[in-house]
């Protein structure tokens, strides 16, 4: 009879963790995926360089991160198409997750065309693409 109970017990354990495991790992490739995200931003793509306003000294302005700016640099010879400042694309207000990956991937935006430049016309894998606009998502679009 305790032999049994024993039994019922350990089953009950098991069943729990099998059925706990699989939210807990959710989350953390969640957050693997957003820390994956921040890598690529701040140190392969650097999208900072032109997507964070600077101050008088050209030096990025600390709690501004992403947060739109005018750009620090010209074309050498006209470009009729230049856009002279870059968006705040904290949190990518007014994107939603699939245009945001799309525009990743392709270069091409919700409107059906692509950015300006000199934003580049990325061509991430999906698993980049997804991960840089998890990243962007988590973020607020105001510093707080
Ligand atoms: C060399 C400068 C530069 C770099 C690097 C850059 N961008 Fe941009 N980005 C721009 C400019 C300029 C625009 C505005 C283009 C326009 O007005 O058509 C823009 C536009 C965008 C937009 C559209 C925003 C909107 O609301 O219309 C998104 C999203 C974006 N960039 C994301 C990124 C991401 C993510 C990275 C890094 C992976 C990145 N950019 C790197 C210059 C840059």
Redesign the pocket.
Same mark, same amino acid.
């Given at each position: 009879m305790k032999l049994i109970s024993v039994a019922v017990v350990l089953f009950a354990i098991v069943i729990g963790l099998v059925a706990w495991t699989p939210h807990s790992s959710a989350a953390q490739d969640k957050s693997a995926q957003i820390e994956r995200g921040k890598y *690529?931003?701040e140190q392969v793509?650097?999208?900072a360089?032109?997507?964070s306003p600077v101050n008088e000294k050209g030096e990025p302005i600390p709690g501004k991160e992403l947060r739109g700016g005018a750009?620090m640099f010209k074309p050498i010879t006209p470009m009729p198409m230049w /856009?002279d400042? &870059? !968006?705040n694309?904290a949190g *990518?207000r007014?994107?939603d997750e699939d245009a &945001?990956i799309k525009?990743?991937m392709t270069g091409i &935006?919700y409107n059906d065309l692509p /950015?300006?430049p !000199?934003? !580049?016309p990325?061509h991430l894998s999906r698993q980049d693409a997804e991960a840089?606009v998890a990243f *962007?998502k988590s973020l607020s679009p105001v510093e707080k």
């Amino acid at each position: 009879m305790k032999l049994i109970s024993v039994a019922v017990v350990l089953f009950a354990i098991v069943i729990g963790l099998v059925a706990w495991t699989p939210h807990s790992s959710a989350a953390q490739d969640k957050s693997a995926q957003i820390e994956r995200g921040k890598y *690529l931003v701040e140190q392969v793509a650097r999208c900072a360089d032109c997507h964070s306003p600077v101050n008088e000294k050209g030096e990025p302005i600390p709690g501004k991160e992403l947060r739109g700016g005018a750009l620090m640099f010209k074309p050498i010879t006209p470009m009729p198409m230049w /856009a002279d400042k &870059a !968006p705040n694309i904290a949190g *990518l207000r007014g994107w939603d997750e699939d245009a &945001a990956i799309k525009f990743l991937m392709t270069g091409i &935006a919700y409107n059906d065309l692509p /950015a300006r430049p !000199p934003m !580049p016309p990325y061509h991430l894998s999906r698993q980049d693409a997804e991960a840089i606009v998890a990243f *962007l998502k988590s973020l607020s679009p105001v510093e707080k």
